[in-house]
């Protein structure tokens, strides 16, 4: 994307925070893509057609790291279609991978050899392991993992049941994070489905149970390898005063990945805070006392 018109508006409204905009040559390499300093923000795209596609993708790509086509409905598309959103997502330095409850089907029809064989031959770069509807094995998971990593793909995991009133138990969080980790996967997702009401970290309003993500914090070994599934604005808000611009984000809706930037900016209310930087004190504004 030509960012060519960046130019015309000054550095300190662009990014207040001063920790979001890149170098023209680190957004158009797009190598970093996922870098675990740098906030992920991935998107749940749950069906967008052709030209919805296009137009994310044209607005919205300098602000998205991944795009998940949500549980399992990449094979509902016409492999045309699919295979053209998947290659324009990569032509713009994008993860994309199906939902993790795609892989989960693919393990209870016994067509896991088929799932990567098709994923692979249709482009995407990323697959999600998870067990949020199946449980799944640890000697499993860990092979989904290394399986996926030795196809070239980059594994991305996830802990939670999607289950409504399901909770998060952070030891064994940690736990399971350690050993994704150290078997080739980068990041671990915290689950809160796309609805983010009632499940994992949050209660049935949506709202956040900051006990519950203390304690998180404070056992998983790296931090910035978590990825909180966090849908509603009131969730982004709260993980972004708590952690900072950088904070990883999921299961964005499309349309409010702007939104969310405007956020991690300090450009927009909720978060106003994190673009204001102190004032330096001029000498005029000293005074002695004799």
Request: with cysteine.
């Amino acid at each position: 994307m030509n960012n060519s018109l960046r130019a015309v508006w000054p550095m300190e409204l662009c990014d207040p925070s001063g920790l979001r905009e890149h170098s023209e040559t680190e957004r158009s390499s797009r190598e970093n893509v996922g870098d675990a300093n740098h906030g992920i923000t991935m998107v749940i795209d749950k069906g967008l057609g052709r030209n919805a596609f296009s137009d994310l993708i044209e607005t919205a790509s300098d602000y998205i790291s991944c795009i998940k086509f949500g549980f399992g409905t990449a094979p509902l598309y016409k492999t045309e279609i699919l295979m053209h959103k998947i290659h324009l997502a990569k032509q713009n330095g994008i993860m994309v991978m199906p939902g993790g409850t795609l892989l989960e089907t693919a393990v209870q029809q016994d067509q896991v050899s088929g799932f990567f064989k098709t994923i692979c031959s249709l482009g995407f770069n990323a697959v999600e392991v998870s067990d949020g509807t199946i449980e799944l094995p640890r000697n499993k998971r860990t092979e989904l993992i290394k399986e996926g990593k030795q196809l070239g793909l980059r594994v991305l995991t996830e802990y939670g049941k999607k289950l409504s009133g399901s909770l998060i138990d952070a030891a064994r969080l940690a736990e399971t994070m350690e050993s994704d980790l150290a078997a080739g996967a980068e990041f671990l997702t915290v689950e809160a489905r796309e609805s983010g009401v009632g499940v994992g970290v949050f209660d049935n309003n949506g709202d956040c149970k900051e006990k519950v993500i203390d304690d998180i914090m404070e056992f998983v070994p790296e931090p910035n390898r978590l990825i909180w599934e966090a849908p509603l604005k009131q969730q982004q808000a709260m993980f972004l005063r708590k952690f900072g611009s950088n904070v990883h984000l999921g299961n964005i809706p499309p349309g409010e990945v702007f939104a969310l930037e405007a956020m991690r900016r300090g450009l927009r209310q909720d978060t106003f805070e994190l673009g204001v930087k102190e004032k330096a004190a001029t000498a005029e504004e000293f005074f002695y006392m004799i």
